[in-house]
């Protein structure tokens, strides 16, 4: 988030108020498809360890990126700039346990049954990396305020997905489940270029880099789901275990009994 002070090559208006407003409708996006989840009795606690392990470090990053928006608009920088930091080793915590779960997922043959196997390994990690390659960028451009929020904010985004997975009606997506999250949460993005828009006349350049980086994370999942290589990394995740029956590329029937996520 916000840093030092450093003078924009774009000219832009005060946008605090907006990164603000749209960090906690990030976080509200989050909490009501879990707590959705809950309600319905989806969700089991009896799941692994490292399931309630990746649900901690993953809803810790959200309360950071909160925090680091009021934190910026209120002006503490003493408490912005050391928490930065800790988040950016948090990414690391973020990116190891979200593939381990997903590589635990897929060879317990439990990948959701709205997702073809070989699509979830893929897109799940590449969605991940893209998240701490904007982030990380984001960092680096510290200084300059204005491409440091937006590069910020498109990784978060990413982010999304799980929460928008759990309020839309995932079963009736299929096969287009994964798609329709991605449309959702470039959602987020398209609002802040029209909230640029509306307050400067124009639309800031760093907005190009991030929808262009999550743009490119949704393309390189899908030409990896359909070459050999991918059925190659199916193959090699899933070796020796359940999941190396499950068909990479053909959709699970439902399950007779309710629908859980987290299963043990």
């Not at 899933?238 to 043990?264: D, N, Q």
Request: proline share 8%; hydrophobic share 55%; with cysteine.
């Amino acid at each position: 988030m916000a840093t030092l002070a450093h003078t924009p090559r774009t000219p832009v208006v005060a946008d605090d108020g907006f990164f603000l407003r749209a960090a906690i409708a990030m976080a509200l996006v989050i909490v009501a498809g879990f707590s959705f989840q809950l309600a319905m009795g989806r969700s089991s606690f009896s799941a692994p360890l490292l399931v309630h392990a990746h649900a901690i470090i993953f809803m810790g990053w959200i309360v950071i990126y909160v925090l680091q928006n009021i934190f910026a608009t209120k002006g503490y920088m003493v408490l912005h700039r050391p928490l930065g930091w800790i988040g950016a080793g948090w990414i690391v915590l973020m990116v190891v346990l979200g593939c381990m779960v997903t590589i635990a997922m897929a060879r317990r043959g439990h990948v959701p049954f709205f997702f073809r196997p070989l699509h979830f390994i893929v897109f799940d990690p590449v969605t991940l990396f893209t998240f701490a390659g904007l982030t990380y960028a984001a960092v680096a451009m510290r200084r300059r305020t204005d491409w440091h929020r937006r590069l910020h904010f498109c990784g978060t985004a990413l982010l999304l997905g799980p929460g928008f997975g759990r309020l839309l009606p995932m079963p009736l997506l299929q096969p287009w489940a994964f798609e329709a999250t991605f449309a959702a949460v470039m959602i987020f993005p398209i609002v802040g270029i029209v909230s640029d828009i509306r307050r400067s006349g124009r639309v800031h350049s760093a907005w190009s880099w991030g929808i262009a980086a999550m743009i490119g994370s949704l393309l390189i999942t899908e030409a990896i789901t359909h070459i050999p290589i991918g059925t190659a990394i199916y193959e090699f995740v899933t070796m020796g275990s359940p999941g190396a029956a499950v068909p990479p590329l053909e959709f699970a029937a439902p399950p007779a009994g309710p629908l859980m996520t987290g299963r043990p």
